[in-house]
């Protein structure tokens, strides 16, 4: 007598069991690819949203220290302006002494038998007319002039004689000068 086996219900039902865990597994990978793949779009969107902030305030930065140079820049330009005003106070205050400087020294060079016409100051340029009882007084002059540390470029543009002014011979003479800048004091 042959036995009569049926495996096949046995079979179905394994590879029913088999086909169900491979469905659930699938299931379960995909759900877990998917949820990974969810979890760093996140982890990138969020890195994404940081690194955009820190755009913005890297720009907003920038743009505040672009209005910090505009800034410095007009604070060197007013710098070089009150510069440039102190610079003509101090030579306005240079050249409103000149004056009384040449007053100064002229006692000191002028001596006695040389007598002034004309002075004429134009700048730092002095110009001198007189006359001189002796070519010996106008030589000292010139030499007094030529040594004097204030007194720069002289120069002896003509000396006429044989002319008479109240009855006395006389000599009659052009010479001019450039004053030197007095010398500044430092502060100490």
């Given at each position: 007598m042959a036995y009569q086996i049926n495996l096949l219900p046995w079979r179905e039902k394994q590879r029913a069991r088999y086909k169900q865990r491979f469905i659930a597994l699938l299931c379960a990978g995909v759900t877990l690819s998917v949820g990974i793949q969810w979890g760093i779009a996140q982890y990138l969107e969020q890195q994404v949203s940081i690194?955009?902030?820190?755009?913005?305030s890297l720009e907003k930065h920038i743009s505040w220290l672009n209005n910090e140079l505009k800034d410095l820049n007009e604070v060197g330009?007013?710098?070089?302006?009150?510069?440039?005003r102190l610079d003509v106070v101090e030579q306005l205050q240079q050249n409103r002494n000149k004056t009384t400087q040449l007053l100064n020294i002229l006692p000191d060079i002028i001596t006695e038998g040389i007598y002034l016409n004309k002075v004429r100051m134009h700048e730092r340029?002095?110009?001198?007319?007189?006359?001189?009882?002796?070519?010996?007084?106008?030589?000292?002059?010139?030499?007094?002039?030529?040594?004097?540390?204030?007194?720069?470029?002289?120069?002896?543009?003509?000396i006429v004689s044989g002319q008479k002014i109240f009855g006395h011979d006389v000599s009659s003479f052009e010479v001019s000068f450039k004053l030197l800048p007095p010398v500044k004091k430092e502060p100490s």
């Open positions: 690194q955009t902030q820190r755009k913005h330009k007013e710098h070089e302006a009150i510069l440039t340029e002095v110009e001198i007319k007189g006359f001189s009882d002796s070519n010996s007084r106008l030589a000292s002059m010139l030499d007094k002039l030529e040594r004097s540390s204030q007194i720069t470029s002289v120069e002896m543009h003509s």
